[in-house]
């Protein structure tokens, strides 16, 4: 149950693309398509942006997008705006009906 | 909509025990697993235990397994965490969500649990 990787920080100018990745294992982010991503501001629960790698729920704006290349899981948000800043969390099924996160990125828009 | 309500954090010792519960209105609760997230003050999110629809599997995270258990009651549409043994690294905001093999929505808004003497 090691968590998974991401980097602490990430940031992008508004209108600019921003890629956070979440590196994990074979036995978690390689091993299933139940990789997810949430987006969570201060004080606040977390919202789920991504499910299953890359299905946006709706309401969540389609600048939101995620892709997954062996153990790694990214999340691509496009056309930075000021409320995308924030944190995000990864997350994947891990077996077992276990789950395991990744550390967070805050995203600053500059 | 759906909506999940926490409640029950507290102040608590070291060593006491606290339950924590869920309503939940909007969905069909009694047709989906549900989840306890938990996150300490300036941390990230962990798992930590899950639940099937109709109560008869539970997993938890290894540091919790002995002293937390995850039940429901279907009939109230109610999540719980019965929390034993505490310690100071339980500290945490607690969270409930509705579980889908991994994705979690909706999130309630938490509920506090601080262990300190």
């Known amino acids: 149950q090691s968590a998974l990787t991401q980097p602490p920080s990430a940031s992008g100018s508004p209108g600019q693309s921003v890629t956070i990745s979440c590196t994990g294992t074979s036995s978690d982010v390689g091993g299933y398509k139940y990789v997810s991503w949430y987006q969570q501001h201060p004080g606040k629960a977390p919202k789920l942006m991504i499910y299953?790698?890359?299905e946006r729920p709706s309401g969540v704006p389609d600048r939101f997008s995620g892709s997954k290349s062996g153990n790694t899981a990214s999340l691509i948000v496009s056309g930075l705006q000021a409320e995308d800043e924030a944190d995000y969390y990864c997350s994947s099924y891990a077996g077992n009906n276990n789950l395991v996160f990744g550390g967070g990125t805050r995203l600053t828009v500059l | 909509e759906a909506q999940l309500v926490e409640s029950g954090g507290a102040l608590v010792q070291p060593g006491g025990s606290l339950r924590l519960s869920c309503a939940v209105s909007g969905f069909t609760f009694s047709t989906y697993w549900m989840t306890w997230v938990r996150q300490a003050p300036g941390k990230g999110l962990e798992w930590v235990a899950n639940?099937?629809?109709?109560?008869?599997?539970?997993y938890y995270v290894d540091s919790v397994k002995g002293r937390f258990t995850i039940s429901r009651d279907n009939a109230k549409n109610s999540l719980y965490l019965q929390m034993n043994s505490l310690r100071a690294e339980d500290t945490a905001v607690y969270y409930c969500a509705k579980w889908d093999w991994g994705r979690l929505d909706p999130w309630g808004q938490g509920t506090l649990v601080t262990v300190s003497s």
């Open positions: 299953e790698v890359s």
């Open positions: 639940i099937k629809y109709d109560g008869s599997q539970k």
